[in-house]
């Protein structure tokens, strides 16, 4: 069985909590990380469909996230 990972990493003035905002909606196969001003997401997965669904849902996430935190912080 083949086994697919990635990564994604970005950077936020408010790293912490986008990367809060993100975690509740991480599969079993997602793991999401903040360090200084970047979040790090790994997304691992068997399926390729699956794992590109699962990155253009993050995606999607990550930029609301990324406005509720900006837009919480000022």
Not at 2 to 22: D, F, P, S, W, Y
Not at 26 to 49: E, F, H, P, W
């Amino acid at each position: 069985m083949m086994q697919i990972t990635g990564e994604i990493k970005t950077e936020h003035r408010n790293a912490r909590c986008v990367a809060a905002a993100l975690a509740p909606d991480n599969l079993k196969s997602m793991v999401t990380t903040a360090s200084g001003d970047k979040v790090t997401t790994t997304i691992a997965g068997t399926q390729v469909r699956s794992v590109i669904a699962s990155v253009d849902d993050y995606l999607m996430m990550l930029a609301i996230a990324e406005d509720t935190c900006s837009y919480v912080s000022q």
